[in-house]
């Protein structure tokens, strides 16, 4: 594995990347799945399932947030980026931004709704986190869908991520993906 090719990212960046897309994603649907079902000692495991994988979300997010900062990505190819059109530009660099305020925004709507509940997180059974918000109804039901909206947003995001990833991997066949890619 690469750890210092400008042309790519680095052995860290490259594992958050993978393992925060998996985590999320699963992290998604297991949201859809476990909502809608029956008030029970189930439901209530699978919610501090749902907790602690988004608390790890959060950290992890935290690290490649550092991790970026510390070690910029690497360019474009220049080839590339001269070839790009301006609002293609635009939304890599927007779509990136947005993706990375949306890694710690849903998490953080979570912690903050489970919070309102009165439900505190235990992470893992074992580590008590501190509520980020006093209980309260009120907040609680508004935070519930801001929680809501802002995962399904993220998820609109990495469809879009996809979308382009496939575009110049199939119609550009550019390359661009070897620079994420763990071989």
């Not at 990495?158 to 990833?165: K, S, W």
């Amino acid at each position: 594995m690469p750890t210092s090719n400008p042309k790519r990212y680095g052995l860290l960046a490259i594992t958050l990347h993978w393992l925060l897309a998996a985590a999320i994603v699963f992290l998604f649907f297991f949201g859809l799945y476990m909502v809608n079902l029956p008030f029970s000692l189930a439901k209530l495991k699978y919610m501090n399932w749902h907790k602690w994988v988004g608390i790890m979300i959060l950290v992890f997010s935290v690290l490649r947030l550092v991790n970026r900062l510390v070690k910029r990505p690497p360019a474009l190819p220049e080839s590339m980026a001269k070839k790009m059109p301006r609002w293609q530009r635009i939304a890599h660099h927007g779509t990136h931004h947005m993706m990375y305020l949306l890694f710690l925004v849903v998490p953080l709507l979570g912690w903050a709704h489970s919070s309102a509940v009165g439900f505190p997180i235990v992470l893992f059974g074992q580590i008590p986190l501190p509520d980020l918000v006093p209980v309260n109804r009120e907040l609680a039901f508004a935070l519930r869908p801001w929680h809501k909206w802002s995962a399904f947003a993220l998820m609109a995001l990495i469809v879009l991520h996809i979308l382009a990833v496939v575009k110049h991997q199939v119609i550009d066949r550019d390359g661009l993906l070897k620079r994420m890619l763990p071989w």
